[in-house]
């Protein structure tokens, strides 16, 4: 019996340490990424600890399927493991499935009202469900246990800024901005809020303040010249304009909205130029439109309406060779004129060459038919 102890006692020692080796080579393989060997040693270990970090490297890799099933088994094994509960109803939140994150919050926050991520992700679950209301009482709960908490004070910021409550809206941005104030999300929100309430004056240095953060992006720049523009600022409206049409050569708000400044400012021959060029950048053209309504005439046999049709929308668009070669085909239907066929087919081939190559085949062959035609007609 002491001998068969000892034998149990020396199995239990070398099982331990294989269970300990393995999970350092473990640790050390999802320390470096290698997420699908570290998940092999980790089911040799079998303690709760390497079935979290299973999950864990399934969600690293992206199959969120197998990390949510290995989640649920763990929670279903060890119901009062929280760190487990809670990657579970994100992993449900970022796979969508906001009703069952919706439920596991609800508990978690319920069991410890006092943290904050369990109330912003059930506002998260809220937010997915489409319940605004509920979502924005969660934010807000998760605010009263944590002011700093910058992704509810940024949710409840954004929400605010779209209903065009500013003072609320501001009240939010500004409690993010006092414990991190070069958070640009934040700053983009203030700015939006200040801006639409039309406080141009309060908007421009935080415009200003986005750009010098990075935030060198068409959308901050526009706001910015506006800005620049309402608080009587000229020069630098016009040099902020200029910077949104390097970036964009065919921004026509862009061009109006610099010929408004050179308007404003009495320059009137500017004034005209950059409006005309917002004309000018403007390339709206028909060319679809028509040529469905060509395509619709053409079936009801209505060759003459179909034929104007093709004919505008070539005109709209004078590069596409199938446009063109619909209008000589209905010219070649609906006329007896051979000399008219034969100028328009080599029109085509003029103008596309070998571009589209089966027309260019079809062409060729209906030209040298109708050089004969002519030819013999001639005789």
């Not at 003072?167 to 939006?192: C, H, P, T």
């Not at 404003?264 to 500017?270: A, E, G, L, T, V």
Request: glycine residues 2%.
């Amino acid at each position: 019996m002491k001998k068969y102890s000892v034998i149990l006692l020396f199995f239990s020692i070398f099982k331990a340490e294989a269970q300990a080796s393995a999970s350092v080579i473990a640790d050390s393989l999802y320390s470096m990424a290698n997420y699908t060997k570290a998940i092999n040693y980790y089911a040799k270990v079998g303690s709760l600890k390497s079935s979290l970090q299973i999950a864990r490297a399934y969600n690293a890799i992206g199959n969120h399927q197998k990390a949510i099933l290995q989640y649920e088994n763990l929670v279903d094994k060890a119901a009062d493991y929280q760190i487990a509960r809670f990657e579970l109803g994100k992993l449900y939140v970022k796979t969508k499935r906001y009703d069952d994150g919706r439920k596991l919050f609800e508990t978690l926050a319920n069991n410890d009202a006092n943290n904050p991520a369990y109330l912003y992700f059930l506002g998260e679950a809220f937010r997915g469900l489409k319940q605004v209301d509920s979502s924005i009482v969660s934010y807000k709960k998760a605010v009263t246990v944590d002011s700093t908490h910058l992704k509810s004070l940024f949710q409840l910021g954004k929400y605010y800024v779209i209903q065009r409550e500013t003072n609320e809206a501001l009240r939010y941005l500004d409690l993010g901005l006092q414990f991190y104030a070069d958070d640009v999300s934040l700053i983009n929100l203030k700015a939006l809020a200040l801006f639409n309430n039309a406080a141009f004056d309060k908007a421009l240095p935080l415009f200003e303040r986005l750009v010098a953060l990075g935030e060198k992006k068409k959308f901050v720049y526009t706001k910015l010249a506006h800005c620049y523009f309402k608080t009587w600022e000229f020069e630098k409206a016009k040099s902020t304009y200029h910077q949104l049409i390097e970036m964009d050569e065919d921004n026509h708000e862009a061009y109006f909205n610099l010929g408004q400044v050179f308007a404003k400012d009495r320059q009137i021959d500017s004034a005209k130029y950059y409006i005309k060029k917002s004309i000018e950048v403007q390339k709206v053209t028909f060319e679809k439109e028509y040529s469905s309504l060509a395509h619709l005439y053409r079936s009801e046999d209505d060759l003459a309406t179909a034929l104007k049709y093709y004919k505008l929308a070539a005109n709209e668009d004078p590069t596409d060779p199938i446009l063109y070669y619909q209008i000589c085909a209905l010219i070649d239907e609906t006329t007896d004129d051979a000399a008219k066929k034969l100028m328009y087919y080599e029109r085509y081939n003029k103008k596309y060459g070998a571009e589209h190559r089966y027309i260019f085949t079809v062409v060729n062959r209906r030209i040298s038919e109708l050089k004969e035609e002519i030819h013999f007609s001639k005789d």
